[in-house]
């Protein structure tokens, strides 16, 4: 019997279970169906299996689209979520808390009690803390983005929010998403959705890397984007970016690789050799973002082919990172399905998790575990 999982109403069967559930009796020999067994908590802490100097971390829900959800505030309600986040993970990382949409609401408003939450309960639970970000095209506040300012006003919001947020966590943060999805799949700069982009191009990247390294000059600093786990126009763009960034003494330290992918499209198979074209530069790499979706029911079930493949593909993304010894993070975006981002932005799709919505095991948590003891 394959060893794999089905999700039915939101809970994840065992594949007995499930056998159970589509009839495994005999008209001569009818007999009560099981009551399925629920799926078991994890055995295993993560944080306790990479090797030395591998950071194993996730996203934190809050804020942002968990803001208008229905449901209480993941992180500050939800204490068996809390403690999953506690005991699993080495480091964490502000899904929403410091995007500039919700940390400031306002010019002159910075709201940082979410962030702050976060890095205590990390500090409390002895994790690092992963800062996600300074400088992006997407879930800018309204007053920015259509504002009317002028080129220096525009540095100076830039320079005082990075100086500001970066300043307040100095020595808590130990890697910034400073530069966050700059290019678009093509490998051109995304100057008609970034507000920065628009006014100075890659020189406000520069700068942002300065001024960051100014307000923490112990802070990991990072580029990080999504569809660049492969070897193609957009990881090439961040390459030359970062030659040129290098040979001009900016402050950058490393290359982030969000790992969002879909069990509808092929693996990024080259995910290592790419991952060794970053620290080859000398620079750090990570894993920053990872979850695999899988095609969903109604119901939010998916099929068995699909779990076994999204096993695969978790499996096969964490070894590669644990196989390039630079790569000192890995997160995952989202520990369970309760809370992941996948179905309001991708429909048809979810189920992207290692957990499912109660909590418990998923085929993908076994493969994160082995390939990192591996």
Known sequence: MRATRLVRNGAVLSAAAA?????????????????????????????????????????VAGG??????????PFGEDEAYRDVIAKQFSSVTHENQLKWEFLRPTREEFRFEGADAVIDFAEANGQQVRGHTLLWHSQNPRWLTSGTFTDDEMRVLLQEHIATVVGRYKGR???????NEIFDDKGVLRTEENPFLARFGTTIVADALRWAHEADPDAVLYLNDFNVESVGAKSDAYLALATELLAAGAPLHGFGVQGHLSTQYPFPSDLETNLRRFTDLGLE??????????????????????????TDYYGRAVAACVAVERCTSLTLWGVTDRYSWVPGWAPGEGAATVLDEDLAVKPAFTAVADALRS
């Open 19 to 59: 056998l159970a559930l589509v009839g495994c009796t005999s008209a001569a020999d009818p007999s009560p169906t099981p009551t399925p067994t629920p799926a078991a908590a994890p055995d295993v802490a993560l944080r306790d299996l990479p090797r030395e100097g591998l950071a194993i971390g996730v996203a």
């Open 64 to 73: 942002g689209h968990h803001a208008a959800s229905g449901y209480p505030d």
């Open 173 to 179: 943060i130990v890697h910034w998403d400073v530069a």
């Open 285 to 310: 790499v990570a894993i920053t973002e990872l979850d695999v979706r899988v095609p969903v029911d109604a119901a939010g079930r998916a099929e068995p082919d699909d779990v076994e493949k999204q």
